[in-house]
C-alpha cells in the first residue's frame, strides 16, 4: 500500500513539473471548449464557455476563469482554470431535509462543487465528482477572428470621393503674387 500511494504521489509530482516547465511556452487562450456527460441520459455536449461569461449545462453553472494551450510543435496539452458551481441550493444539491424556517438561507446558498485546474491530456487527475454529471476539458481556442467586409474598389475613371483642399479655396497653377500674413 505504501508502495502505491509513493508511485501516485511521485507520478503526480512528475506531471507537476512537467505542466510547471512548459507553462511558460503555454499560450493563453480566451474560451475552453468542455465536454460535458449527462450520466442519466448517457447523452455528451461540448460547451464552448468564455474567460468570465459563465455558462449553465443542466444544474451546474460553468464559468472559465483561464485556459493555457500548448503550442503545435508541443505535445498536446490545455488546461483550465474552471470554477463550477450548482444551481441548486445546498439542500436539494444534497439531497438533505431542510426545516422549514431554514429554507430561504438554504435556497441562497449555491454549492462550489469544484475549483481548479483540469488538464485534458489526464481528465481523471483533478475531476468533478457529481452524481449526475461529468465535465472534462477539451481543447483552449481563441475566438474565430471578425471577418471585415471587402473592400471597395474605385475605378480610375470615377472623380474622387474626397478634395484635401479647404472648402472655398480653388487650387491655382501659379504661386500668390505677395506673401500673405498668417494671423
Known amino acids: 500500500m505504501k508502495i502505491a500511494s509513493r508511485l501516485l504521489a511521485a507520478t503526480g509530482f ?3 513539473v512537467a505542466l510547471t516547465a512548459s507553462a511558460s511556452t ?3 487562450k480566451n474560451q475552453a471548449t468542455l465536454r460535458a456527460l449527462d450520466k442519466i441520459t448517457g447523452r455528451s455536449t461540448d460547451i464552448v464557455v468564455k474567460v468570465g461569461e459563465p455558462v449553465t449545462f443542466g ?3 460553468v464559468e472559465l476563469k483561464t ?4 503550442p503545435p510543435e508541443e505535445v498536446p496539452e ?3 482554470f474552471l470554477r463550477i458551481a450548482s444551481t441548486q441550493p445546498v439542500a436539494v444539491e444534497t439531497m438533505e431535509a431542510v426545516a422549514a424556517k431554514d429554507a430561504p438561507a438554504a435556497a ?3 454549492p462550489t462543487l469544484f475549483s481548479g485546474w483540469m488538464y485534458a491530456s489526464s481528465p481523471g487527475l483533478n475531476a468533478l465528482e457529481h452524481p449526475v454529471y461529468d465535465i472534462w476539458v477539451i481543447r483552449c481556442t481563441a475566438p474565430e477572428p471578425v471577418k471585415l467586409p471587402e473592400r471597395v474598389t474605385i475605378p480610375e475613371s470615377v472623380e474622387p470621393l474626397y478634395d484635401d483642399m479647404p472648402a472655398g479655396v480653388t487650387e491655382t497653377e501659379t ?4 506673401d500673405i500674413p498668417i494671423d
Do not use: T
Request: net charge negative; aromatic share 4%; hydrophobic share 45%.
Open 175 to 178: 504661386p500668390p503674387d505677395e
Open 108 to 110: 441562497a446558498q449555491n
Open 26 to 28: 503555454m499560450a493563453q
Open 78 to 80: 490545455s488546461a483550465a
Open 14 to 16: 512528475a506531471v507537476v
Open 59 to 61: 444544474s451546474l453553472r
Open 67 to 70: 485556459c493555457y494551450q500548448a
